[in-house]
């Protein structure tokens, strides 16, 4: 059994940050890629950024660019969202996923976390 576990959520202020954390537990494979999506009401899930086993490669959506950085430390088997200038278009639940490949496709991905809400207002 494999368990993803998001924290860090909260409500903040436009121009706000907040850190996500992100972390495994179980028999998972390694290395594997791990990946931020959100759901906003009413809405599909998105794609948000995802990062490589050891985070030289990453990946932003358009939205986020500049604005959010992901980040890993397998010393304690977490993957970090960082979000810094947080918009109220941000505001959505948060969901962490892990794969053997790095994609922006959900479907890729085996393992989800419960989620996190972020609420940004204005």
């Known amino acids: 059994q494999v368990y993803m576990v998001e924290s860090g959520g909260g409500s903040v202020q436009a121009g706000g940050s907040l850190r996500l954390s992100c972390a495994a537990s179980?028999?998972?494979?390694?290395?594997?890629?791990t990946s931020w999506f959100r759901q906003a009401p009413g809405k599909s899930r998105d794609f948000v950024a995802a990062?490589?086993?050891?985070?030289?490669?990453?990946r932003y959506a358009d939205s986020v660019k500049g604005r959010f950085t992901v980040s890993t430390d397998h010393t304690k088997n977490a993957v970090y969202l960082q979000m810094n200038n947080l918009k109220p278009e941000d505001t959505a639940v948060y969901y962490c996923?892990?794969?053997?490949?790095?994609?922006?496709?959900?479907?890729?991905?085996?393992?989800w976390g419960q989620g996190t809400q972020v609420t940004v207002s204005s």
């Open positions: 996923a892990a794969g053997r490949l790095m994609t922006t496709m959900q479907g890729q991905y085996s393992y």
């Open positions: 179980g028999r998972i494979f390694t290395p594997y890629a």
């Open positions: 990062t490589n086993w050891s985070g030289s490669n990453t």
